[in-house]
């Protein structure tokens, strides 16, 4: 059974910053890239970024290129995303996810396992 669970959603207002983390458990995740996703209210679900496993290849959503940052934490199974320079637009319900794919295939195919969603809310 493979969990992922997402913590660290909140209010913000603009200019701020959240961190959100994802704690992985139920299988080996050492071929796996993690990635975080977004869906905003009336929108479809958007690619934000994603994290080999390994953790030497990163790719992003050009909207929050130079202002998220993907990281992981190996021993505890867990992927963080740092945003900082938060703005209202990046308002959404933002999910984590896994799957058996290059960094940059991450933002094209639909990950296998989710995570339940935490909901992110910048003011302005």
């Known amino acids: 059974q493979v969990q992922l669970v997402a913590h660290g959603g909140g209010l913000v207002q603009a200019g701020g910053s959240l961190r959100l983390s994802c704690a992985a458990s139920g299988r080996t995740f050492s071929s796996y890239a993690m990635g975080w996703f977004r869906q905003a209210p009336g929108k479809e679900r958007e690619f934000v970024a994603a994290l080999s496993w390994s953790g030497n290849s990163t790719y992003y959503a050009d909207s929050v290129k130079g202002r998220f940052t993907i990281s992981r934490d190996t021993a505890k199974n867990t992927v963080y995303l740092q945003m900082n320079s938060l703005k209202p637009e990046d308002t959404a319900v933002y999910y984590c996810?896994?799957?058996?794919?290059?960094?940059?295939?991450?933002?094209?195919?639909?990950?296998?396992?989710w995570g339940q969603g935490t909901q992110v809310t910048v003011s302005s």
């Open positions: 996810a896994a799957a058996r794919l290059t960094v940059q295939a991450m933002a094209v195919f639909r990950p296998p396992y």
